[in-house]
């Protein structure tokens, strides 16, 4: 069975760090370009960080842009998201996913895991 299982999510004050992981299983996503998702209470999903299938480029919603990093490492198949400086406008469940055509970064998303809460108290 092909999945995606985020975790690292966690309760952190406002300033606080926090990593997310994304494990994927069943299949290798090497070829296939990743990215994370958030949705915050009363708002609708929105895009936060993308990966390329090489892992050299990489971009970000503006909002978080400057304070998170996405990375990959392939040999784990596994997408990581490093959250400096959180803010209590980054509390969300958050979700990744990876795009439905090889090789390409710019194929819709598809196949998310079932997400991971991160909460910032201010």
């Known amino acids: 069975q092909v999945q995606l299982v985020e975790s690292g999510g966690d309760l952190v004050q406002a300033g606080g760090s926090l990593r997310l992981s994304c494990a994927a299983s069943g299949r290798s996503f090497s070829r296939f370009g990743m990215g994370w998702f958030r949705r915050a209470p009363g708002k609708e999903r929105e895009f936060v960080a993308g990966i390329s299938w090489t892992g050299t480029s990489t971009y970000y919603q503006h909002s978080v842009n400057g304070r998170f990093t996405i990375s990959r490492d392939n040999a784990k198949n596994t997408v990581y998201l490093q959250m400096n400086n959180l803010k209590s406008d980054d509390t969300a469940v958050y979700y990744c996913?990876?795009?439905?055509?090889?090789?390409?970064?710019?194929?819709?998303?598809?196949?998310w895991g079932q997400g991971t809460q991160v909460t910032v108290s201010s």
């Open positions: 996913a990876v795009r439905e055509l090889i090789y390409s970064d710019t194929a819709n998303f598809t196949l």
